[in-house]
T-cell receptor
Framework: GAVVSQHPSWVICKSGTSVKIECRSL??????MFWYRQFPKQSLMLMAT?????????EQGVEKDKFLINHASLTLSTLTVTSAHPEDSSFYIC??????????FGPGTRLLVL | AQSVAQPEDQVNVAEGNPLTVKCTYS??????LFWYVQYPNRGLQFLLK??????LVKGSYGFEAEFNKSQTSFHLKKPSALVSDSALYFC?????????????FGTGTRLKVLA
């Protein structure tokens, strides 16, 4: 149980383009979705929290117009990095949360912006 | 405010020896505590959690952790380390009284088990 998929696992893009990352909970429904980013040798930093059908709540310092989050269903959420720049290069991890205490994490998406 | 401290960036241990990865926390309400492991270029895998009950929690892959309220600690332990345990370990805390599922993660401890 608690299988989470992320697609793509790796993406390289040119500066100025947009990249969409999909996160799916395969065997449970996620009422809440967390999106994290992780820089090399650093901890996970929460970017935003979204509930199904509602607008996401962004952490301080995270640009909501740059990191668009859509949580359209209980099993799918997407993060779109718009007009990506090299400083957006990072490891992005989704965490769907079912009703309960434990968060489960996707395998992550490594983004490299050239 | 919630916070988690993992005081050691790296822990080295010989295979077969016991290992301990330290974690201390600060939370205003009820602490919900978690340990996750991360392998290179992978997401986090859940190891164990403490919500309530017995202070000694047993988890996946032979790991266990002890909740110590007076020392506000939740150290991860394993009696006999394996080379395959080498990975990055994260401690996380959530305030059980907050009504949200927001976690705060520690900075991570890299465990290196030497053959």
């Amino acid at each position: 149980g608690a299988v989470v998929s992320q697609h793509p696992s790796w993406v390289i893009c040119k500066s100025g383009t947009s990249v969409k990352i999909e996160c799916r909970s395969l065997d449970f429904q996620a009422t809440t979705m967390f999106w994290y980013r992780q820089f090399p040798k650093q901890s996970l930093m929460l970017m935003a929290t979204s509930n199904e059908g509602s607008k996401a709540t962004y952490e301080q310092g995270v640009e909501k117009d740059k990191f668009l989050i859509n949580h359209a269903s209980l099993t799918l959420s997407t993060l779109t990095v718009t007009s990506a720049h090299p400083e957006d290069s990072s490891f992005y991890i989704c965490s769907p949360s079912p009703w309960g205490e434990t968060q489960y994490f996707g395998p992550g998406t490594r983004l490299l912006v050239l | 405010a919630q916070s988690v401290a993992q005081p050691e960036d790296q822990v080295n241990v010989a295979e077969g020896n016991p290992l301990t990865v330290k974690c201390t926390y600060s939370v205003s309400g009820n602490p919900y505590l978690f340990w996750y492991v991360q392998y290179p270029n992978r997401g986090l895998q859940f190891l164990l959690k403490y919500i309530t009950g017995d202070n000694l929690v047993k988890g996946s892959y032979g790991f266990e952790a002890e909740f110590n309220k007076s020392q506000t600690s939740f150290h991860l332990k394993k009696p006999s380390a394996l080379v395959s345990d080498s990975a990055l370990y994260f401690c996380a805390v959530r305030d059980g009284n907050s009504g949200t599922y927001k976690y705060i993660f520690g900075t991570g401890t890299r465990l290196k088990v030497l053959a």
